[in-house]
Protein backbone atom coordinates (compact mmCIF):
# COMPACT_ATOMS: atom_id res chain seq x y z
CA UNK A 1 0.00 0.00 0.00
CA UNK A 2 2.51 2.59 0.84
CA UNK A 3 4.58 2.09 -2.61
CA UNK A 4 1.40 2.39 -4.01
CA UNK A 5 0.76 5.67 -2.31
CA UNK A 6 4.39 6.43 -3.44
CA UNK A 7 3.47 6.14 -7.13
CA UNK A 8 -0.18 8.15 -6.86
CA UNK A 9 -0.01 11.29 -8.95
CA UNK A 10 -0.62 14.86 -6.97
CA UNK A 11 -3.75 16.25 -7.43
CA UNK A 12 -7.73 15.61 -7.79
CA UNK A 13 -8.90 13.42 -10.62
CA UNK A 14 -12.55 12.70 -11.88
CA UNK A 15 -13.25 9.65 -13.68
CA UNK A 16 -16.65 10.50 -15.37
CA UNK A 17 -18.90 7.32 -15.67
CA UNK A 18 -20.40 6.89 -18.70
CA UNK A 19 -21.34 3.16 -20.49
CA UNK A 20 -18.90 1.79 -17.88
CA UNK A 21 -20.90 1.29 -14.65
CA UNK A 22 -18.72 -0.87 -13.05
CA UNK A 23 -15.37 -1.07 -10.80
CA UNK A 24 -13.78 -4.42 -11.98
CA UNK A 25 -11.63 -3.91 -14.91
CA UNK A 26 -12.27 -0.27 -15.48
CA UNK A 27 -9.25 1.47 -17.36
CA UNK A 28 -10.10 4.70 -16.79
CA UNK A 29 -10.92 4.36 -13.45
CA UNK A 30 -7.94 2.94 -12.35
CA UNK A 31 -6.24 5.65 -13.83
CA UNK A 32 -8.22 7.83 -12.28
CA UNK A 33 -7.55 6.34 -8.59
CA UNK A 34 -4.11 7.32 -8.97
CA UNK A 35 -4.12 10.24 -8.21
CA UNK A 36 -4.30 11.64 -4.45
CA UNK A 37 -8.34 11.82 -4.32
CA UNK A 38 -10.82 10.80 -7.08
CA UNK A 39 -14.55 12.22 -7.38
CA UNK A 40 -16.34 9.38 -9.68
CA UNK A 41 -19.41 11.51 -11.64
CA UNK A 42 -22.53 10.27 -13.61
CA UNK A 43 -23.82 12.99 -16.15
CA UNK A 44 -27.07 12.35 -17.29
CA UNK A 45 -26.10 14.03 -20.64
CA UNK A 46 -30.00 15.02 -22.21
CA UNK A 47 -28.82 18.04 -24.59
CA UNK A 48 -26.51 16.47 -26.26
CA UNK A 49 -27.94 13.36 -27.20
CA UNK A 50 -30.93 14.81 -29.13
CA UNK A 51 -32.96 12.42 -30.57
CA UNK A 52 -31.10 9.75 -29.58
CA UNK A 53 -31.53 10.07 -25.77
CA UNK A 54 -32.73 6.98 -23.64
CA UNK A 55 -35.79 5.08 -24.00
CA UNK A 56 -38.22 4.38 -21.49
CA UNK A 57 -36.96 0.80 -20.46
CA UNK A 58 -33.64 2.18 -20.64
CA UNK A 59 -33.78 4.63 -18.01
CA UNK A 60 -35.21 2.27 -16.06
CA UNK A 61 -32.46 0.37 -15.99
CA UNK A 62 -30.01 2.88 -15.64
CA UNK A 63 -31.38 4.29 -12.33
CA UNK A 64 -31.34 0.97 -10.76
CA UNK A 65 -27.68 0.56 -12.24
CA UNK A 66 -26.83 3.81 -10.55
CA UNK A 67 -28.05 2.70 -7.39
CA UNK A 68 -25.94 0.20 -7.23
CA UNK A 69 -23.04 1.67 -8.49
CA UNK A 70 -23.28 4.18 -5.91
CA UNK A 71 -23.40 1.46 -3.19
CA UNK A 72 -20.51 0.37 -4.61
CA UNK A 73 -18.84 3.55 -4.28
CA UNK A 74 -20.10 4.07 -0.64
CA UNK A 75 -22.57 6.41 -1.96
CA UNK A 76 -19.74 9.10 -2.89
CA UNK A 77 -20.93 8.94 -6.31
CA UNK A 78 -21.75 12.27 -7.94
CA UNK A 79 -24.61 12.67 -9.87
CA UNK A 80 -25.39 15.60 -12.41
CA UNK A 81 -27.69 16.25 -15.39
CA UNK A 82 -27.15 18.60 -18.31
CA UNK A 83 -23.85 19.35 -20.53
CA UNK A 84 -20.89 17.84 -19.13
CA UNK A 85 -18.93 20.44 -20.34
CA UNK A 86 -20.64 23.00 -18.35
CA UNK A 87 -20.75 20.66 -15.04
CA UNK A 88 -16.90 20.12 -15.20
CA UNK A 89 -16.46 23.71 -15.58
CA UNK A 90 -18.66 24.22 -12.60
CA UNK A 91 -16.55 21.61 -10.93
CA UNK A 92 -13.34 23.14 -11.77
CA UNK A 93 -14.46 26.89 -10.24
CA UNK A 94 -14.89 24.74 -7.08
CA UNK A 95 -11.95 22.24 -7.02
CA UNK A 96 -8.52 22.55 -8.40
CA UNK A 97 -8.95 19.34 -10.92
CA UNK A 98 -5.55 17.91 -12.53
CA UNK A 99 -6.89 15.36 -14.21
CA UNK A 100 -10.15 14.15 -16.04
CA UNK A 101 -11.16 10.56 -17.58
CA UNK A 102 -13.30 8.57 -19.50
CA UNK A 103 -13.59 5.21 -21.61
CA UNK A 104 -14.42 6.03 -25.03
CA UNK A 105 -18.24 5.65 -26.48
CA UNK A 106 -18.89 5.23 -29.95
CA UNK A 107 -22.44 6.81 -30.91
CA UNK A 108 -21.62 9.72 -33.51
CA UNK A 109 -23.10 12.29 -31.08
CA UNK A 110 -20.47 11.42 -28.13
CA UNK A 111 -17.62 11.39 -30.14
CA UNK A 112 -18.49 14.59 -30.90
CA UNK A 113 -18.94 16.11 -27.79
CA UNK A 114 -16.24 14.10 -26.21
CA UNK A 115 -13.89 16.11 -28.84
CA UNK A 116 -14.85 19.48 -27.90
CA UNK A 117 -14.74 18.63 -24.07
CA UNK A 118 -11.47 17.36 -24.09
CA UNK A 119 -10.09 20.50 -26.29
CA UNK A 120 -11.82 23.03 -24.02
CA UNK A 121 -10.81 21.16 -20.96
CA UNK A 122 -6.86 20.87 -22.33
CA UNK A 123 -6.98 24.92 -23.03
CA UNK A 124 -7.50 25.00 -19.40
CA UNK A 125 -4.44 23.29 -19.07
CA UNK A 126 -6.40 20.13 -17.56
CA UNK A 127 -5.01 16.40 -17.82
CA UNK A 128 -7.34 14.57 -20.22
CA UNK A 129 -7.38 10.71 -21.30
CA UNK A 130 -9.91 8.40 -22.58
CA UNK A 131 -9.85 4.48 -22.64
CA UNK A 132 -10.71 1.34 -24.23
CA UNK A 133 -13.55 0.09 -21.97
CA UNK A 134 -16.50 -0.99 -24.23
CA UNK A 135 -14.92 -2.86 -26.94
CA UNK A 136 -12.49 -5.89 -27.66
CA UNK A 137 -11.05 -4.01 -30.17
CA UNK A 138 -10.56 -0.53 -31.21
CA UNK A 139 -12.68 0.09 -34.76
CA UNK A 140 -10.19 2.30 -36.33
CA UNK A 141 -7.90 -0.88 -35.66
CA UNK A 142 -9.86 -3.31 -37.68
CA UNK A 143 -9.44 -2.43 -41.93
CA UNK A 144 -9.38 -4.05 -45.08
CA UNK A 145 -5.72 -5.01 -46.74
CA UNK A 146 -6.35 -1.61 -48.90
CA UNK A 147 -7.50 0.60 -45.35
CA UNK A 148 -10.99 0.85 -45.99
CA UNK A 149 -13.37 -1.04 -43.70
CA UNK A 150 -15.00 -3.81 -43.92
CA UNK A 151 -18.68 -4.22 -44.85
CA UNK A 152 -19.57 -7.85 -44.25
CA UNK A 153 -19.30 -9.50 -40.68
CA UNK A 154 -17.26 -13.03 -41.13
CA UNK A 155 -14.35 -11.15 -43.04
CA UNK A 156 -14.25 -8.27 -40.05
CA UNK A 157 -14.81 -10.86 -37.51
CA UNK A 158 -12.46 -14.03 -38.46
CA UNK A 159 -9.79 -11.97 -40.98
CA UNK A 160 -9.97 -8.60 -39.08
CA UNK A 161 -10.73 -8.99 -35.44
CA UNK A 162 -8.95 -13.00 -34.46
CA UNK A 163 -6.07 -11.56 -36.46
CA UNK A 164 -5.18 -8.59 -34.91
CA UNK A 165 -4.10 -8.52 -30.88
CA UNK A 166 -5.72 -10.37 -28.75
CA UNK A 167 -8.54 -8.68 -26.55
CA UNK A 168 -6.93 -6.90 -23.35
CA UNK A 169 -7.11 -8.98 -20.12
CA UNK A 170 -9.13 -7.92 -17.37
CA UNK A 171 -8.22 -6.24 -14.71
CA UNK A 172 -9.54 -7.18 -11.33
CA UNK A 173 -11.75 -5.14 -8.95
CA UNK A 174 -10.14 -1.68 -7.62
CA UNK A 175 -10.07 -0.54 -3.67
CA UNK A 176 -10.82 2.80 -4.07
CA UNK A 177 -9.47 4.12 -0.60
CA UNK A 178 -8.71 7.47 -1.99
CA UNK A 179 -12.55 8.62 -3.26
CA UNK A 180 -13.87 12.18 -2.44
CA UNK A 181 -16.89 12.53 -0.07
CA UNK A 182 -18.12 15.95 -1.00
CA UNK A 183 -21.04 16.12 -2.58
CA UNK A 184 -20.06 19.65 -4.37
CA UNK A 185 -24.19 20.15 -5.49
CA UNK A 186 -24.51 17.23 -6.41
CA UNK A 187 -28.25 15.68 -7.52
CA UNK A 188 -30.02 13.07 -6.25
CA UNK A 189 -30.51 9.71 -8.43
CA UNK A 190 -34.36 9.86 -7.98
CA UNK A 191 -33.84 13.79 -9.43
CA UNK A 192 -33.02 12.50 -12.51
CA UNK A 193 -36.52 11.63 -13.12
CA UNK A 194 -35.44 8.36 -14.77
CA UNK A 195 -38.45 6.30 -13.58
CA UNK A 196 -40.82 6.37 -16.42
CA UNK A 197 -44.82 7.76 -15.52
CA UNK A 198 -46.47 4.57 -16.64
CA UNK A 199 -45.41 1.80 -14.04
CA UNK A 200 -45.48 -1.01 -16.66
CA UNK A 201 -41.70 -1.33 -15.28
CA UNK A 202 -43.31 -3.36 -12.49
CA UNK A 203 -43.29 -5.98 -14.66
CA UNK A 204 -39.65 -5.93 -15.67
CA UNK A 205 -37.89 -6.16 -11.50
CA UNK A 206 -38.30 -9.88 -10.90
CA UNK A 207 -36.57 -10.70 -14.70
CA UNK A 208 -33.37 -8.44 -13.58
CA UNK A 209 -30.89 -7.52 -11.26
CA UNK A 210 -29.46 -4.59 -12.64
CA UNK A 211 -25.88 -3.43 -11.48
CA UNK A 212 -22.27 -5.35 -11.32
CA UNK A 213 -22.94 -8.06 -8.97
CA UNK A 214 -26.29 -9.11 -10.98
CA UNK A 215 -24.10 -8.61 -14.42
CA UNK A 216 -21.19 -10.86 -12.79
CA UNK A 217 -24.29 -13.24 -11.35
CA UNK A 218 -25.98 -13.26 -14.79
CA UNK A 219 -22.46 -14.58 -16.34
CA UNK A 220 -21.82 -16.96 -14.10
CA UNK A 221 -25.15 -18.80 -14.42
CA UNK A 222 -24.78 -19.04 -18.32
CA UNK A 223 -21.46 -20.45 -18.39
CA UNK A 224 -22.54 -22.93 -15.86
CA UNK A 225 -25.97 -24.24 -17.93
CA UNK A 226 -25.71 -22.34 -20.95
CA UNK A 227 -22.88 -21.95 -22.71
CA UNK A 228 -22.64 -26.09 -23.61
CA UNK A 229 -25.86 -25.90 -25.62
CA UNK A 230 -25.50 -22.29 -27.23
CA UNK A 231 -24.79 -23.00 -30.15
CA UNK A 232 -27.93 -24.83 -31.55
CA UNK A 233 -29.96 -23.85 -28.09
CA UNK A 234 -30.03 -20.23 -28.63
CA UNK A 235 -32.55 -21.10 -30.89
CA UNK A 236 -35.45 -21.76 -28.71
CA UNK A 237 -36.76 -19.03 -26.77
CA UNK A 238 -38.26 -21.11 -24.08
CA UNK A 239 -34.88 -22.46 -23.48
CA UNK A 240 -32.44 -20.76 -21.18
CA UNK A 241 -29.51 -20.98 -23.70
CA UNK A 242 -28.85 -17.86 -24.23
CA UNK A 243 -26.36 -15.05 -21.77
CA UNK A 244 -29.06 -12.57 -21.53
CA UNK A 245 -26.00 -10.06 -21.09
CA UNK A 246 -27.00 -7.44 -23.56
CA UNK A 247 -28.31 -4.88 -20.92
CA UNK A 248 -25.50 -5.62 -18.93
CA UNK A 249 -22.86 -5.36 -21.55
CA UNK A 250 -24.70 -1.91 -22.79
CA UNK A 251 -24.39 -0.40 -19.35
CA UNK A 252 -20.90 -1.60 -18.78
CA UNK A 253 -21.57 -3.50 -15.75
CA UNK A 254 -19.21 -6.14 -17.04
CA UNK A 255 -16.25 -5.72 -19.50
CA UNK A 256 -16.61 -7.67 -22.87
CA UNK A 257 -12.97 -8.17 -21.96
CA UNK A 258 -14.49 -9.90 -18.74
CA UNK A 259 -16.92 -11.80 -20.80
CA UNK A 260 -14.64 -12.92 -23.75
CA UNK A 261 -12.23 -14.50 -21.24
CA UNK A 262 -14.32 -15.67 -18.36
CA UNK A 263 -15.86 -17.73 -21.53
CA UNK A 264 -12.45 -18.87 -22.61
CA UNK A 265 -12.06 -20.84 -18.83
CA UNK A 266 -14.45 -23.32 -20.48
CA UNK A 267 -12.45 -24.04 -23.64
CA UNK A 268 -10.81 -27.59 -21.74
CA UNK A 269 -14.76 -28.83 -21.59
CA UNK A 270 -15.43 -31.88 -23.29
CA UNK A 271 -18.07 -30.78 -26.33
CA UNK A 272 -17.97 -27.50 -25.79
CA UNK A 273 -16.12 -25.90 -28.95
CA UNK A 274 -18.34 -25.38 -31.04
CA UNK A 275 -20.74 -23.29 -28.93
CA UNK A 276 -18.18 -21.46 -27.23
CA UNK A 277 -16.35 -20.59 -30.87
CA UNK A 278 -20.35 -19.14 -31.78
CA UNK A 279 -20.99 -17.27 -28.54
CA UNK A 280 -17.37 -15.52 -28.90
CA UNK A 281 -18.43 -14.92 -32.43
CA UNK A 282 -21.71 -13.11 -31.15
CA UNK A 283 -19.33 -11.15 -28.94
CA UNK A 284 -17.80 -9.87 -32.48
CA UNK A 285 -21.48 -9.32 -34.03
CA UNK A 286 -21.85 -6.58 -31.19
CA UNK A 287 -18.05 -5.71 -32.09
CA UNK A 288 -19.00 -5.06 -35.64
CA UNK A 289 -22.53 -2.94 -35.24
CA UNK A 290 -20.16 -0.87 -33.00
CA UNK A 291 -17.52 -0.64 -36.10
CA UNK A 292 -20.55 -0.18 -38.26
CA UNK A 293 -21.50 2.77 -36.49
CA UNK A 294 -18.06 4.58 -35.82
CA UNK A 295 -17.12 3.69 -39.83
CA UNK A 296 -20.86 4.78 -41.08
CA UNK A 297 -22.40 7.01 -38.58
CA UNK A 298 -25.86 7.78 -40.20
CA UNK A 299 -26.55 4.26 -39.92
CA UNK A 300 -29.80 4.52 -37.54
CA UNK A 301 -30.83 7.12 -40.41
CA UNK A 302 -29.39 6.32 -43.86
CA UNK A 303 -30.12 2.92 -45.60
CA UNK A 304 -26.70 1.10 -45.56
CA UNK A 305 -27.75 -0.45 -49.22
CA UNK A 306 -29.03 2.81 -51.47
CA UNK A 307 -30.73 0.94 -53.42
CA UNK A 308 -33.72 0.78 -50.27
CA UNK A 309 -33.61 4.69 -50.62
CA UNK A 310 -36.82 4.06 -53.68
CA UNK A 311 -38.55 1.14 -51.65
CA UNK A 312 -41.85 1.66 -51.16
CA UNK A 313 -42.52 1.46 -47.30
CA UNK A 314 -45.99 1.55 -46.10
CA UNK A 315 -47.03 4.17 -43.80
CA UNK A 316 -50.22 2.31 -41.73
CA UNK A 317 -50.63 3.29 -37.76
CA UNK A 318 -53.45 0.63 -37.36
CA UNK A 319 -51.02 -1.65 -38.30
CA UNK A 320 -47.91 -0.74 -36.56
CA UNK A 321 -49.86 -0.20 -33.57
CA UNK A 322 -51.06 -3.98 -33.47
CA UNK A 323 -47.84 -4.89 -34.25
CA UNK A 324 -46.45 -2.97 -31.49
CA UNK A 325 -49.06 -4.47 -28.81
CA UNK A 326 -48.75 -7.64 -29.78
CA UNK A 327 -52.10 -8.47 -31.66
CA UNK A 328 -51.22 -9.59 -35.55
CA UNK A 329 -53.32 -12.55 -35.04
CA UNK A 330 -49.46 -14.96 -35.53
CA UNK A 331 -48.98 -16.25 -32.12
CA UNK A 332 -45.38 -16.00 -32.31
CA UNK A 333 -45.31 -13.02 -33.53
CA UNK A 334 -47.40 -11.53 -30.81
CA UNK A 335 -45.24 -13.51 -27.90
CA UNK A 336 -42.69 -11.74 -28.78
CA UNK A 337 -43.99 -8.05 -28.76
CA UNK A 338 -45.57 -9.36 -25.53
CA UNK A 339 -42.32 -10.47 -24.40
CA UNK A 340 -41.04 -7.14 -25.13
CA UNK A 341 -43.54 -4.98 -23.58
CA UNK A 342 -43.53 -7.43 -20.10
CA UNK A 343 -39.90 -7.72 -19.83
CA UNK A 344 -37.89 -5.27 -21.58
CA UNK A 345 -36.32 -7.91 -23.72
CA UNK A 346 -36.75 -10.24 -26.34
CA UNK A 347 -34.85 -13.54 -27.33
CA UNK A 348 -32.93 -12.77 -30.39
CA UNK A 349 -34.38 -15.54 -32.86
CA UNK A 350 -37.98 -13.29 -31.91
CA UNK A 351 -36.43 -10.26 -32.88
CA UNK A 352 -35.58 -11.57 -36.54
CA UNK A 353 -39.13 -12.84 -36.51
CA UNK A 354 -41.22 -9.88 -35.21
CA UNK A 355 -38.79 -7.96 -37.78
CA UNK A 356 -39.20 -9.52 -40.80
CA UNK A 357 -42.92 -9.23 -40.40
CA UNK A 358 -43.19 -5.84 -39.78
CA UNK A 359 -40.59 -4.61 -42.84
CA UNK A 360 -41.93 -7.37 -45.22
CA UNK A 361 -44.98 -8.73 -44.37
CA UNK A 362 -46.52 -5.35 -43.45
CA UNK A 363 -44.14 -3.64 -45.28
CA UNK A 364 -43.74 -0.66 -42.75
CA UNK A 365 -40.02 1.17 -42.31
CA UNK A 366 -37.44 -0.64 -40.10
CA UNK A 367 -37.53 2.64 -38.65
CA UNK A 368 -40.49 2.57 -37.05
CA UNK A 369 -38.93 -0.93 -35.32
CA UNK A 370 -35.95 0.42 -34.82
CA UNK A 371 -37.75 3.34 -32.59
CA UNK A 372 -40.42 1.21 -30.85
CA UNK A 373 -37.05 -1.31 -29.67
CA UNK A 374 -35.20 1.78 -28.66
CA UNK A 375 -38.00 3.03 -25.95
CA UNK A 376 -39.24 -0.95 -25.06
CA UNK A 377 -35.72 -2.93 -24.91
CA UNK A 378 -33.77 -2.52 -21.46
CA UNK A 379 -30.41 -3.80 -23.76
CA UNK A 380 -31.48 -0.42 -26.38
CA UNK A 381 -28.02 -0.29 -28.31
CA UNK A 382 -27.69 2.47 -31.02
CA UNK A 383 -25.12 0.53 -33.30
CA UNK A 384 -26.95 -2.78 -32.46
CA UNK A 385 -30.54 -1.58 -32.82
CA UNK A 386 -30.00 0.00 -36.24
CA UNK A 387 -27.28 -2.59 -37.43
CA UNK A 388 -29.99 -5.29 -36.56
CA UNK A 389 -32.92 -3.40 -37.67
CA UNK A 390 -31.16 -3.09 -41.27
CA UNK A 391 -29.97 -6.43 -41.42
CA UNK A 392 -33.30 -8.05 -40.92
CA UNK A 393 -35.07 -5.05 -43.55
CA UNK A 394 -32.26 -6.08 -46.49
CA UNK A 395 -30.92 -2.59 -46.41
CA UNK A 396 -27.82 -3.04 -44.05
CA UNK A 397 -24.02 -4.40 -44.26
CA UNK A 398 -23.84 -8.35 -44.54
CA UNK A 399 -28.30 -8.48 -44.49
CA UNK A 400 -30.47 -11.39 -44.77
CA UNK A 401 -31.07 -11.58 -48.61
CA UNK A 402 -34.90 -9.83 -48.74
CA UNK A 403 -36.22 -13.21 -50.42
CA UNK A 404 -35.51 -14.19 -47.01
CA UNK A 405 -39.26 -14.08 -45.08
CA UNK A 406 -39.64 -16.00 -41.95
CA UNK A 407 -42.80 -17.16 -41.78
CA UNK A 408 -44.52 -17.41 -38.32
CA UNK A 409 -46.41 -20.31 -38.60
CA UNK A 410 -43.42 -22.22 -39.73
CA UNK A 411 -40.70 -20.30 -37.44
CA UNK A 412 -43.11 -21.20 -34.18
CA UNK A 413 -43.61 -24.69 -35.25
CA UNK A 414 -39.48 -25.55 -35.40
CA UNK A 415 -38.30 -23.37 -32.25
CA UNK A 416 -41.65 -23.64 -30.16
CA UNK A 417 -42.36 -26.96 -31.08
CA UNK A 418 -43.85 -27.60 -27.43
CA UNK A 419 -45.68 -23.89 -27.35
CA UNK A 420 -44.41 -23.01 -24.00
CA UNK A 421 -43.14 -19.60 -24.44
CA UNK A 422 -45.56 -19.02 -27.41
CA UNK A 423 -48.71 -20.04 -24.57
CA UNK A 424 -46.84 -17.85 -21.78
CA UNK A 425 -47.14 -14.50 -23.55
CA UNK A 426 -50.11 -15.54 -25.36
CA UNK A 427 -52.09 -17.31 -22.51
CA UNK A 428 -55.19 -16.70 -24.41
CA UNK A 429 -54.62 -19.48 -26.41
CA UNK A 430 -53.46 -21.99 -23.84
CA UNK A 431 -55.70 -24.51 -24.28
CA UNK A 432 -55.48 -24.92 -27.84
CA UNK A 433 -53.29 -28.14 -29.14
CA UNK A 434 -50.02 -27.27 -30.30
CA UNK A 435 -51.27 -28.81 -33.92
CA UNK A 436 -53.34 -25.22 -34.22
CA UNK A 437 -51.34 -23.09 -32.07
CA UNK A 438 -49.47 -21.17 -34.92
CA UNK A 439 -51.94 -20.72 -36.96
CA UNK A 440 -55.21 -20.81 -34.90
CA UNK A 441 -57.42 -20.19 -37.82
CA UNK A 442 -57.02 -23.36 -39.36
CA UNK A 443 -58.39 -25.19 -35.88
CA UNK A 444 -61.69 -26.17 -36.65
CA UNK A 445 -64.88 -24.59 -35.05
CA UNK A 446 -65.43 -27.16 -32.35
CA UNK A 447 -61.65 -27.27 -31.23
CA UNK A 448 -61.64 -23.43 -30.94
CA UNK A 449 -64.86 -23.72 -28.62
CA UNK A 450 -63.17 -26.18 -26.33
CA UNK A 451 -60.19 -24.02 -26.35
CA UNK A 452 -62.82 -21.23 -25.19
CA UNK A 453 -61.39 -19.11 -27.93
CA UNK A 454 -63.50 -16.97 -30.19
CA UNK A 455 -61.44 -15.86 -33.29
CA UNK A 456 -62.00 -12.08 -33.73
CA UNK A 457 -62.77 -11.71 -30.06
CA UNK A 458 -60.53 -13.40 -27.55
CA UNK A 459 -57.96 -13.63 -30.15
CA UNK A 460 -57.05 -11.62 -33.30
CA UNK A 461 -57.77 -12.73 -36.85
CA UNK A 462 -54.59 -12.92 -38.89
CA UNK A 463 -54.51 -8.76 -39.88
CA UNK A 464 -52.55 -9.67 -43.24
CA UNK A 465 -52.41 -12.77 -45.18
CA UNK A 466 -48.93 -14.47 -45.55
CA UNK A 467 -48.90 -15.36 -48.84
CA UNK A 468 -50.34 -12.17 -50.52
CA UNK A 469 -48.04 -10.18 -48.57
CA UNK A 470 -44.90 -12.08 -49.29
CA UNK A 471 -45.20 -11.77 -52.95
CA UNK A 472 -46.39 -7.79 -52.68
CA UNK A 473 -43.32 -7.62 -50.68
CA UNK A 474 -41.09 -9.73 -53.70
CA UNK A 475 -42.49 -6.92 -56.15
CA UNK A 476 -41.93 -4.14 -53.99
CA UNK A 477 -37.97 -5.50 -53.62
CA UNK A 478 -37.58 -5.90 -57.03
CA UNK A 479 -38.40 -2.00 -57.39
CA UNK A 480 -34.60 -2.03 -55.85
CA UNK A 481 -32.79 -3.33 -58.68
CA UNK A 482 -33.94 0.41 -60.69
CA UNK A 483 -30.68 2.31 -61.17
CA UNK A 484 -31.56 5.08 -58.21
CA UNK A 485 -30.22 7.68 -60.60
CA UNK A 486 -33.22 7.34 -63.32
Request: proline share 6%.
Amino acid sequence: MEDSLLNMSKGIAIHWFRQDLRIKDNPSLEAASQYESIIPVYILDDVNSGEFAMGAASRWWLHKSLEKLNESLGGNLLIYKGNPSDIFNNIMKEQDISYISWNRCYEPWRIDRDKAIKKDLESQNINVESFSGALLWEPWKISKDDGTPYRVFTPFYKKGCLNADEPRFPTSSLKLNNLYTNKLNSESIENLDLIPEIDWYRDFEPEWSPGEEGADQCLEEFLESGLMNYKEGRNFPSKKFVSRLSPHLHFGEISSNEVWYRAKTKETEEGIEKSLAHFHSELGWREFSSYLLYHFPDLPKVNFQKKFDIFPWKQDETLLKLWQSGNTGYPIVDAGMRELWKTGYMHNRLRMVVGSFLVKNLLIHWQEGERWFWDCLVDADLASNSASWQWVAGSGADAAPYFRIFNPITQGLKFDPDGEYTKKYVPELKDLPNKYLFSPWEAPKEVLESAGIELGKDYPQPIVDLKISREIALEAFATTKKDINE
